[in-house]
Structure formats: structure tokens, C-alpha cells
């Protein structure tokens, strides 16, 4: 069979898989911070060229339609659709949503069926795999709660608007949310206080404390453009508190940011209690854990006595990109979809 590549385009990343007869062979994410120019997705495609040069089909989900860059969803998907049929094939495959695959041009017709139903192509890879689940996806920016019975994904929302209101998607993220947004409080040598929010910090310095965050995950800036050392995370959080680092000890650092780090999963965890209440699960219905944040929604999930299965293990994915097919699930999910259809 040939071999086919798969693309997320997101506003931040560009993530890319490759599979050959029904197997994941290799994943790869690439910083683009879209919202800065569409030149940075034309680079984040160059960089990845040479993985898939050896692609003989192409398939694509997207985000990063929503990004500032665009006026509006629509004029963002045609934008991006130019570019992926320009950059690598005309007569690629779009994913989109419930309508499945369409032609570049059968996108461009319906755009709103292109935006953000990524997660609706990672919902549908599971349903091939387990007849009932609970998908939840943390990445960098958001985690997408999505519940599968009856071999079908059963999303209650499929625009972005609706799964805010139904509980099935958190604006919560495991490197680039600012800490003032997970909470506006959190205790300090025992003491709760207000925060100063100002964007001091991101949940990447949170998870760099705690030592909770992988090696090649957190691909942007920090928020005062200095380096991610333990120091210099310490030093952003500090600020959060109205402090300096070396107001406390590494110690009381530790805590604090474990502090925040439960406030965030506390909301996830209010999120997937809202979808199990709504969906239809038979009992002790396993969780799939996808994204960077997959070990997070394997403790939150452990926690409440459920199995957990990594999306990579459902992607027949090869050893050595095992992991990064977790971290990529929904570039991974199109191109195995695309290779059946």
C-alpha cells in the first residue's frame, strides 16, 4: 500500500504523521505559530518535507483557523486550504468532521465542516478500535473530551461554540495557558491568595517545576522571553504570587505549583464528569488518553478506578514513535482514516 501522510494544522503546531498498510510509522510536531503569518505554516511544511517526500497521498485536519492571524473561521480555512493545495497536492483528502473526507474543493464549499473537527477524526479512529470509550486529548492549549458508544464517536457539540457549552472542550492546556487563567488563586507556604495576572507564566513553567514536563513538548517562547530552566520558571511564577524567587525555598515552589497544577486538572476533571453524566457508557468504560498530557489524564483518570488506554496503542503504531502518536492523535487518526477510505 502506498504510504500516506497525514497533517494537524494547528495555531501553534504543525503535526504530521506517516503510516504505510494501516501501520504508524513515524510522527513529528513542528512549531508554527500561525497567528504570526501563513509564511510560518509555508516553513513548518518545509521542515517536515523531507518525512513526507516519501508520502504518495495527503491528508489534513485543522485548528488553526481560529488563530488571530484570520478575520474570521471561514477566511481562515480557505486560507489554509490555498495553502496545503499549493505546498503539497491539489487533490488531497480534508477532513470534514461528520461528513468524513472531501476534495480540497468540497472543503472550500464548506468551511465550517473543516474548522476544528480534529477531534472528531481521533473520536472516529477509536471507534474503529473499541466499541465504547471516553477519548480525552489534553494538548498544549486544549484538552477535548469526546465519549464513543456504540462503535461511533457521540459528540453532543461539533463546533467549538458547542462543545464549550456541553463540557466536551476545555481551554485548559498542558504548556502554553497562562496560569491566570487556570485560576486566579492558589495557596502559597499554606496561605490561599488572589494572583497577579499578568501573564506571567505559562503551565509550562508550572509542569518544568514539578518535573512533569517532557523533553520536546513545550516548542514556543516563554512569557518574558528568557530561557526554561528550573530557575527561570521559578523566578515567572513568582511573579504570579507578587513575589521573587528567592522569596521561598525550591520546596515551597514545588507546592505552590502543585497548587495550580490540581486547580487545572480539577476543571478537566469537572469537564469529563459533565460528559459522562450526558453519554450513554456502559460502567467502567475505559479512558483513551491522547496528547501531551496523556500521563495527567492517566493519573486523573486512575484516580476514579477506570483502565486507560494511550491513543498510540490504538494507532498500531511502530515502537519508536509510540509516544509522539499519542501526543499528534488527530494528524494520526486522518491518516489512518485516509488510508481506509
Not at 504505510?20 to 513548518?44: F, K, M, N, Y
Not at 477519548?135 to 458508544?149: E, K, Q, R
Not at 481551554?171 to 488563586?185: A, E, I, N, P
Not at 507564566?201 to 514536563?213: K, N, Q, Y
Request: charged share 20%.
Amino acid at each position: 500500500m502506498a504510504i500516506t501522510a497525514g497533517y494537524d494544522v494547528g495555531g501553534a503546531h504543525l503535526k504530521v504523521a506517516l503510516a504505510e498498510d494501516g501501520r504508524t510509522i513515524s510522527v513529528t510536531q513542528i512549531a508554527c505559530p500561525l497567528w504570526r503569518g501563513l509564511d510560518r505554516l509555508d516553513a513548518a511544511l518545509a521542515e517536515a518535507a523531507p518525512l513526507t517526500a516519501r508520502a504518495n497521498r495527503h491528508a489534513a485536519t485543522m485548528t488553526g483557523e481560529l488563530c488571530e492571524l484570520f478575520p474570521d473561521r471561514r477566511s481562515g480555512v480557505a486560507a489554509i486550504l490555498d495553502r496545503l493545495a499549493a505546498l503539497l497536492a491539489p487533490e488531497m483528502m480534508i477532513w470534514m468532521g461528520p461528513r468524513g473526507f472531501g476534495s480540497i474543493e468540497e472543503a472550500r464549499a464548506d468551511p465550517m465542516s473543516v474548522a476544528s473537527t480534529n477531534f472528531l477524526a481521533s473520536a472516529a479512529l477509536v471507534a474503529r478500535r473499541m466499541p465504547a470509550a471516553l477519548l480525552i486529548d489534553m494538548g498544549s492549549t486544549t484538552t477535548d473530551i469526546v465519549a464513543v458508544a456504540g462503535a461511533q464517536p457521540q459528540p453532543r457539540g461539533i463546533t467549538d461554540a458547542e462543545r464549550l457549552a456541553t463540557g466536551e472542550l476545555v481551554y485548559t492546556g498542558l504548556t502554553r495557558t497562562d496560569v491566570s487563567v487556570v485560576t486566579q488563586r492558589a495557596k502559597f507556604q499554606g496561605r490561599e491568595q488572589r494572583f497577579a495576572a499578568g501573564g506571567f507564566a505559562s503551565m509550562a513553567d508550572v509542569r518544568r517545576i514539578l518535573g512533569e514536563l517532557p523533553d520536546g513538548v513545550d516548542q514556543h517562547g516563554t512569557a518574558d522571553g528568557r530561557g526554561k530552566s528550573v530557575e527561570e520558571s521559578v523566578a515567572r511564577v513568582a511573579r504570579c504570587f507578587g513575589r521573587d524567587a528567592i522569596d521561598a525555598s525550591i520546596d515551597d515552589w514545588r507546592a505552590a505549583a502543585r497548587a495550580i497544577a490540581d486547580k487545572q486538572m480539577t476543571e478537566v476533571r469537572a469537564a469529563v464528569e459533565e460528559v459522562l453524566a450526558a453519554a450513554s457508557l456502559p460502567a467502567g468504560t475505559p479512558v483513551v488518553a491522547a496528547g501531551i498530557g496523556a500521563p495527567q489524564i492517566e493519573a486523573l483518570t486512575q484516580a476514579h478506578g477506570r483502565e486507560t488506554v494511550w491513543f498510540g496503542a490504538l494507532a498500531n503504531a511502530a515502537p519508536d514513535c509510540e509516544e509522539w502518536a499519542t501526543r499528534c492523535a488527530p494528524a494520526v487518526a486522518v491518516v489512518l482514516l485516509a488510508q481506509d477510505a
